[in-house]
DNA sequence: ATGAAAGCGCTAACAC
DNA sequence: GTGTTAGCGCTTTCAT
């Protein structure tokens, strides 16, 4: 009924319990004949360590969980495969939990987990700056998706990617962009309106901001009713999800994208590609982020390295990816 | 630096770790002054309970496991949804891991977690029986949208959803439909092509089976071109994902839907709504079969109970959402 | 290179 | 109702 025990393995190899604790955990510091006869008894016995009892002494779990923002948000595949990918590389199970858009259930989340894993992958984290900084104090964290000064992350670059965004709209022609904003908790939101902003005052076209609204699908018909009222002749939602709502607000509607008004998202999910019309968008390789991240946390939660990566904030390039839904900006009227 | 522990608190409180002890995982053991004395001072102290001491003698984690096929899959939203919510109100941290659709890994998670969670909710395993019944015999254990002999589960029904799909299409005039295939290890493609095939000879129409095909929207194209070859007025895909590949592909090839064919999903998922033409499916209350699922297990990871629930087998109705995807059978000819 | 033994922080008899 | 105490299964000094 009960499982085998160091104590089995040791009695039925014959030797010291510590032998056998070190065969597993530490095989350099066993003489080869003693560590194969070791591991071949307890393969016998069908000896599995005791996860709890080895981290109770030991501290470490081998164990990293991945918080994300909203496990709907199809975006977060690529950085989650990403991530699993590496963690098992380096022998760690990731564990997924979901903050459902919600700060209070991402602390919760969080905190029930803090004690059974040896660091966190924040994605998209919508809590305070302090909160997290406080967290990061006691725990290994690494931020996916967002900046905290003092907190490792990796974020795909948004300032260049909304330059070429607005430069690519601009160059159609289009004179005046409306910004269909994220949650008002969401660091990425705030970035990408500041690069929007930036690169719309840089080239000389107007920007405005709309919003926020929270980045689904459903959302979109509110997200596309408040953009039209600014005359705006081309819309940048805050992700895919968002724009495809737009998209079929507008198409109910009766406005045709892009011949009277273009539309783009970000995050260049895989639906971005199938809607009607294809949704141009600005998009990354978001499996690198997931890997990159996890190797940021196993440097954080490494209790010897402490390899000076202590608050390394990765930027990597995002990537404009052009399809059907920008276009020509419409010439001698607005849309809507 | 250490955090506190359940001496720190028995000495500050003038206890003992014991009382201590049952304050939290035995209340009503210790009389309400005491224990209201200990909540506090612990609460003074920061203290929290280390799992992993506790987990080492009690046997229970309070947390539970669950492995979806492929995260990939928005079907799966509800379920985990649904899972939460149960899970949290009984106080159990609900961790989500994803097999990618590969029995090896799935098999990998689930040994990794085995020890350090009270039970799983497996959702769509791909495993053989014989493994789900070795390591049901271990483990608590909760199938969820498939089924085996001897192991609690609970599916959405597919033998009536079934026969009301296939009596829709009839009604018509179809009389020819092509089922393509989900996952050779997927019990639910068994099950949804017996029910097909059933419904079929019973009502009079003919059936063909196609594929198998992993059900992502990418191999929709391979699908369609494949059903197109039998001849089959109506096609029924595995899941939305797949009729939603089968529905681009029919219009990449000017194939008009439901005019020239009929073409219906599974699941009911929120693309199915919005994608051209929208899709008739066969769907469900998704987040009751996570809640019901989450119920069944408890159970059976209960030590005390035995509830005898030990191998139930639960069915929750389905439901056919009829949309624009299905229209009368065409006449003189068939599709192709 | 290996063994002996002391915990890690908690729970669960068992006493009182 | 509360205290005492012996583990849970492992890691980790410290000896040898």
Known sequence: MTSPTIY???????????????????????SAPTRELVLRVAKELGYEANPHARALTSRRTDTLAMVVSDIKNPHFYEIIRGAELRAKA??????????????????????RLSRSVDGFLLTASRLPDEDLLEFAATQAVVMVNRQVHGIPSVVLDQREGCRQLVTHLASLGHTSVAYLSGPQKSWMAGARWAAIRDAAAEIGVSAVRMGPFTPRVEHGAAAADAALTTGATALIAHNDLLAIGVLLRLADRSIRVP???????????????????????LGGTHANLGRAAVELLLDAADPTGRAGTASLQLVQPSQLVLRDSTGPAPVGRSAG
């Open 259 to 281: 011949r009277d008004i273009s539309v783009t998202g970000f995050d260049d999910i895989f639906a971005s590609a199938l809607c009607t019309p294809s949704l141009t968008t």
């Open 90 to 111: 380096s022998a760690r199970t990731l564990v997924l939990v979901n903050a459902e858009e919600s700060p209070r259930i991402e602390r919760e989340q969080i905190s």
């Open 8 to 30: 089995d393995v040791a009695r039925a190899a014959g030797v010291a319990t510590s032998t056998v604790s070190r065969a597993f955990s530490n095989p350099q510091r066993v």
